[in-house]
């Protein structure tokens, strides 16, 4: 019963593809009310009306203050409170290496990844702290512990992720709340293909190629949103803070 989330609120970001999509219809199976949250409307309308009555749709750019706070206020008088927030939704880099990334690129991959994590974070606990219960996923990556694994930008957005949730963590231990963040290992998703960043810096990708190889192991989103299942129920009721590798073994190496 532990893993169960009935009556539980979950808002899920970048919930209309990949891994946030799956966790979205991992949290409704679980007994879960959803949230679904993405940038583009048409691609959280699916994945809500795929879950049914137990999911509404709500289209924020996690990036953009006002759109945050009006996702949080939809998600509030919709349902009252937010029990788990997985903040997911992120963008990759071109694979360009510190020296060769156009600042216009990283300071983008920062402003959703990071900032876009902080946005929301920012918005949503004080209603956990007002329930006195809540729990948040963030979705990192091996590229919040390791140098290797993306581009430049990448890379420091989300080790940024990995500080954010160790500081989350221990800021409100006392309060009922917790966070902690899953590091995905290449996974099947739409990522790869994301218009935003535009095509692999050549540089870039050479140089990560022998890295990447050998985490060439695909996981499948849903693999990752079991794991936030996990994390965010009440069978990790004292898992605070922690950082977990969700790759097959490839950190390990
Ligand atoms: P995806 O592209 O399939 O899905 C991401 C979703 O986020 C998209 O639907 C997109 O529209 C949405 N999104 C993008 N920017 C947004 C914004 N500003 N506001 C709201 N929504 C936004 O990618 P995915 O692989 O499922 O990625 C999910 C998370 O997993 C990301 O944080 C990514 O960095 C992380 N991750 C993925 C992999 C992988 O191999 N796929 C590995 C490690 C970490």
Same mark, same amino acid.
């Given at each position: ?28 199976? !679980? ?28 289209? !924020?750019?996690?990036?953009? &203050?006002?759109?945050?706070?009006? *996702?949080?206020? #939809? !998600? ?8 788990? *927030? ?10 360009? *290496? ?9 300071? $983008?991959?920062?402003?959703?990844? *990071? ?26 990556? &091996? ?34 709340? $917790? ?13 790869? #293909? ?21 985490? &060439?192991?695909?996981?499948?989103? &849903? ?9 965010? #129920?009440?069978?990790? #009721? ?13 950190? !390990?190496?």
């Amino acid at each position: 019963t532990t893993f169960a989330f009935d009556d539980r609120v979950s808002l899920v970001t970048g919930a209309g593809s990949g891994i946030g999509r799956a966790m979205a219809f991992a949290f409704a199976k !679980a007994g879960a009310r959803v949230v679904v949250c993405d940038i583009d409307r048409e691609r959280a309308e699916r994945t809500a009306s795929e879950i049914g009555d137990a999911a509404i749709v709500a289209a !924020a750019d996690i990036s953009d &203050e006002a759109s945050v706070d009006a *996702l949080v206020e #939809s !998600a509030i008088s919709a349902y009252g409170r937010i029990d788990v *927030l997985c903040n997911n939704a992120g963008i990759m880099d071109t694979m360009a *290496l510190p020296a060769d990334i156009p600042v216009a690129l990283w300071e $983008r991959v920062l402003r959703v990844n *990071l900032t876009g994590t902080f946005l929301v974070t920012h918005a949503v606990l004080p209603h956990m702290l007002r329930e006195g219960r809540g729990a948040i996923v963030n979705t990192a990556s &091996e590229a919040g512990i390791r140098g290797g694994t993306a581009g430049a930008a990448y890379t420091a957005s989300k080790h940024g992720v990995v500080g954010l949730t160790r500081s989350v963590a221990w800021a409100y231990a006392k309060d009922g709340i $917790r966070c902690n963040a899953i590091l995905p290992g290449p996974t099947l998703t739409g990522i790869a #293909s994301a218009e935003s960043v535009g095509s692999f810096d050549p540089a870039g990708a050479a140089r990560l190629a022998p890295v990447l190889a050998l985490g &060439e192991r695909m996981a499948q989103p &849903e693999q990752m949103a079991d794991a936030a299942l996990f994390l965010a #129920s009440d069978a990790a #009721s004292f898992v605070n803070g922690a950082i977990v590798p969700v790759d097959g073994g490839w950190s !390990a190496a």
